[in-house]
């Protein structure tokens, strides 16, 4: 629970229940803290009293409600951290966050030992056994960082023959890194500062790392593509420099996937109108790729859980939402 | 030539020559005024000392460069309003418009006995033979609002099955019905309030009509589409207003192709992520279109001639622009 800025306190809470025949109750494995817990712990994001947090987690179906048919108890799932019901027709063209009976599952906070998950069958996607205890920080990954990571290499047209940059070195956009790399394209520029980061960078698939920003960044990015920009990039930030950087580091034609929450960003339409670049993104419907992803991981062909750098019981929550605001980790798994 | 604020004269001037090997000088048949000519009549833009206008034309090459290949002496040719090599990769990827070596067409005033045309192996399209009179003005509209309009409808994504909306009804979101129509889509809503561009926007191939905008535009497109929004519209007006009508009006996943050439357009960066639409537009390649558009006109499977609502003679340019200027007609051509 969030209690006020910087305040992370373990409680004892209510067992969540089933409360409509299509929501399932599962015991969480692990959980984690993302990049967006941080806005109200660190007070930028207003908070209306206690707040359970968290809303990405891997666990073991407790109990369904009658409706529900493609997971039972005792199935090990992944989940998106929005629920949807995967057969309206936003959720058949594939974008499951934006579902048109859309619920967020973080509402009871995933940080937790039980979390009631709404729309069970069109949210949870059941992995083909008990994973080994050293596949379920990638597991877990999938259900957001690594998915979002994934949408924005497909928003930003990653494939054979392209060269795509990423702006943003978090876990979202080492993630979407290895998803460049997975999507066959040819080169991927990670832009990065951070030693520590850029090590994985190049361990998921970076090509070439570019360690400057902003106008500086852009050049780069040309130089390093014959002036014409890159075919894609990924924005994994969120801020107004990190969008401009990556529109201004794209080719004419060429495509922007922008998965950070935008903050105060205001795109000036003139530059993006003569810009010619296409411009995708938005909350990830992890749901899209989540079969394709828990296959890549139970096949061992990918490993995005060592974004995890950092990982302590649920009881020490507290440390890891300071290790996290401190950058001492870039993404911090809580065992429960 | 525009000499000031609202002052068209037609003057005498030297005859266009060959400057480099890639050049090509054409004799004009047909010119036009398009809607962004209006900027600087209007005295919104400024003008640097008197000026020589317009963008669109086809005519026969009179003279062409040593280099150049493609089009010869007597043939009748459409071009861009951009110049491109057609070689580079930008414009390999089909976005000649922003092409490394791009030049504009109508520095040289295209609304003139001649004109010169850079690139011209990368910027003309010869038709299959001396046209009949009555294809002219839709060889004419190929060269820019039906190509436009035919991008916006591609960065759409119309096509079978899909309900595509149009913001604005000047020739160019017409030219985006027609298009839209081509590319097979099932249901197409025209956003107009003018009775005689609704006649014109049902006669190239919408379905409904929709007499209010803003909010209630919205609404009304949410409206018939159950809820969802449209799959995809084209922004044919390049202001806040109708950019933002353009992005609530399609679903989530869907997209928006926006062809206004964008005047104090701010986007705020929230609402965009969270639309989650594809948004794509810009200075429309229209020389990729060329080939095919041609081909569709010279068969008469379309004739998008009819959004040229007056004809003048070059002589009489300045009642071309006044009668545009006062919303008389929707698009003058010139004969030249």
Redesign the interface.
């Known amino acids: 629970m969030l209690t006020g800025p910087g305040e992370i306190s373990v409680q004892e809470r209510d067992k969540p229940t089933i409360q409509t025949p299509r929501d399932a109750v599962i015991k969480v494995a692990a959980a984690c803290v993302c990049g967006s817990d941080l806005w109200p712990y660190r007070g930028i994001e207003p908070i209306d009293g206690p707040t359970p947090m968290g809303h990405e987690y891997v666990g073991v179906v407790e109990e369904i409600g009658s409706e529900v048919t493609t997971v039972k108890p005792g199935d090990f799932v992944v989940g998106s951290f929005m629920a949807s019901d995967n057969t309206c ?2 959720c058949q ?3 499951q ?2 579902c ?1 009976h859309v619920e967020y599952v973080g509402a009871g906070g995933a940080q937790a030992e039980y979390l009631r998950v709404p729309l069970a069958d069109g949210t949870l996607v059941a992995t083909p056994g008990q994973p080994a205890d050293d596949l379920i920080p990638s597991l877990l990954a999938a259900s957001d960082v690594l998915g979002t990571g994934w949408f924005g290499a497909v928003a930003a047209d990653a494939g054979p023959g392209k060269t795509i940059a990423v702006v943003g070195d978090g876990a979202v956009g080492l993630s979407a890194i290895l998803a460049a790399r997975e999507l066959g394209a040819e080169r991927i520029i990670a832009m990065s500062r951070h030693e520590s980061r850029q090590k994985l960078a190049l361990e998921f698939g970076a090509t070439d790392i570019v360690d400057v920003r902003g106008d500086e960044g852009v050049k780069a990015i040309k130089e390093l593509t ?3 920009g890159a075919h894609g990039v990924v924005e994994a930030v ?1 801020t ?1 420099e990190s ?1 401009m950087q990556a529109i201004r580091s794209t ?3 060429g495509y922007v996937g ?1 998965v950070g ?10 530059e ?12 990830a ?1 992890v749901r899209r790729f989540l079969p394709d992803l828990i296959e890549r991981i139970w096949n061992r062909e990918i490993n995005p859980g060592v974004v995890f750098d950092l990982q302590v019981d649920l009881d020490e929550a507290a440390e890891a939402y300071r290790a996290m605001d401190e950058r001492r980790a870039v993404k911090a798994l809580l065992r429960v």
Chains 1, 2 share one sequence.
Do not use: C
């Open positions: 027709e936003i063209a594939g974008y966050s934006r048109a014959d002036g014409y969120g107004q969008m080719r004419p034609g922008y929450v935008s903050h105060d960003v205001e795109l000036p339409g003139e993006l109108f003569f810009s010619g670049v296409h411009l995708h993104g938005g909350p419907p």
